[in-house]
Nanobody
Framework: QVQLVESGGGLVQAGGSLRLSCALS????????MGWFRQAPGKEREFVAA????????YYADSVKGRFTISRDNNKNTLYLKMTSLRPEDTGVYSC????????????????WGQGTQVTVSS
């Protein structure tokens, strides 16, 4: 059974930082490109960041460039998202996804999705 489990969300003040984690089980983690998406209340899910299988290439939404960093540890089967300089508009449910390649992941065409973790940024 394939599982993606996110953790690390919470309530933080504007300007603060959080690090999200996503653990994959049931599949070979290093075989997948990975990504983060978020969904704010009343809005559609949006792409945040993606990383290729080796970690050598990363992609970001313009809204998070320079503030968020995606990384992975293939030995620990874990994906990370370091978020700094958080803003109230970063609030939402953050989900991780695993897909064939970063093009598929970035376009929301992933094979597997996690349930998500809530991030709330207060002003």
């Amino acid at each position: 059974q394939v599982q993606l489990v996110e953790s690390g969300g919470g309530l933080v003040q504007a300007g603060g930082s959080l690090r999200l984690s996503c653990a994959l089980s049931g599949r070979t983690f290093s075989a997948y490109a990975m990504g983060w998406f978020r969904q704010a209340p009343g809005k559609e899910r949006e792409f945040v960041a993606a990383i290729n299988w080796s970690g050598s290439s990363a992609y970001y939404a313009d809204s998070v460039k320079g503030r968020f960093t995606i990384s992975r540890d293939n030995n620990k089967n874990t994906l990370y998202l370091k978020m700094t300089s958080l803003r109230p508009e970063d609030t939402g449910v953050y989900s991780c996804a695993a897909g064939r390649d970063t093009v598929m992941v970035r376009n929301g065409l992933s094979d597997y999705w996690g349930q998500g973790t809530q991030v709330t940024v207060s002003s």
